[in-house]
T-cell receptor, first 113, second 111 residues
Framework: KAGVTQTPRYLIKTRGQQVTLSCSPI?????VSWYQQTPGQGLQFLFE???????NKGNFPGRFSGRQFSNSRSEMNVSTLELGDSALYLC????????????FGSGTQLSVL | QKEVEQNSGPLSVPEGAIASLNCTYS??????FFWYRQYSGKSPELIMS????GDKEDGRFTAQLNKASQYVSLLIRDSQPSDSATYLC???????????FGGGTRVLVKP
């Protein structure tokens, strides 16, 4: 059974640009959560999607957005990139919103120059 | 006060000894607690979950939960060099029902 797949693995962008990250959950999983990980702040919750609906949202500015498609695949978008957005972005999936065991992808390492 | 707190370490443990990791949380009504292990350059992987007070054992790992004192701990028995990693405590916070992570404790097992 394939795990959580995130693409791309690495991204380099400049300030002001926007970026879209993709996440394909484990087959049969309907919930997708996104986290930002930095050395200073650790793992910070961005948002959670379940059945194409955003169920939870963390304390990030509106520049961070996401969506989920009918096949449970999810994308997150960051607009007007800032240097502080440089981080590892992790996607995690679970069977449903009530199932709390998260399985993480390998992440997308974003560098903003 | 952070919602989930851990000592960042590093916790240095000789091979074969017991590593003891602690985690405290602020939301008194939290019901679900998890320990994840993250090797350097890798993504977190779930190693233990615990939902009720007391101990839960899985192989060399034991999770302990005390809801009255709002702490959860992880014991690693017979520590091996391969256990060297960062251990993340995660709590399902009732407010917003989001899974919140502590900053992680780095464990170093020395041969």
């Amino acid at each position: 059974k394939a795990g959580v797949t995130q693409t791309p693995r690495y991204l380099i962008k400049t300030r002001g640009q926007q970026v879209t990250l993709s996440c394909s959950p484990i087959s049969g999983h309907r919930s997708v959560s996104w986290y930002q990980q930095t050395p200073g702040q650790g793992l910070q919750f961005l948002f959670e999607y379940f059945s194409e609906t955003q169920r939870n949202k963390g304390n990030f500015p509106g520049r961070f957005s996401g969506r989920q498609f009918s096949n449970s695949r999810s994308e997150m978008n960051v607009s007007t990139l800032e240097l502080g957005d440089s981080a590892l972005y992790l996607c995690a999936s679970s069977r449903d919103s009530a199932n709390e065991k998260l399985f993480f992808g390998s992440g997308t390492q974003l560098s903003v120059l | 006060q952070k919602e989930v707190e851990q000592n960042s370490g590093p916790l240095s443990v000789p091979e074969g000894a017991i590593a003891s990791l602690n985690c405290t949380y602020s939301d008194r009504v939290s019901q679900s607690f998890f320990w994840y292990r993250q090797y350097s350059g890798k993504s977190p992987e779930l190693i233990m979950s615990i939902y009720s007070n007391g101990d839960k054992e899985d192989g060399r790992f034991t999770a302990q939960l005390n809801k009255a004192s709002q702490y959860v701990s992880l014991l690693i028995r017979d520590s091996q060099p391969s256990d060297s990693a960062t251990y993340l405590c995660a709590v399902r916070i009732a407010a917003g029902n989001k899974l919140t992570f502590g900053g992680g404790t780095r464990v170093l097992v020395k041969p």
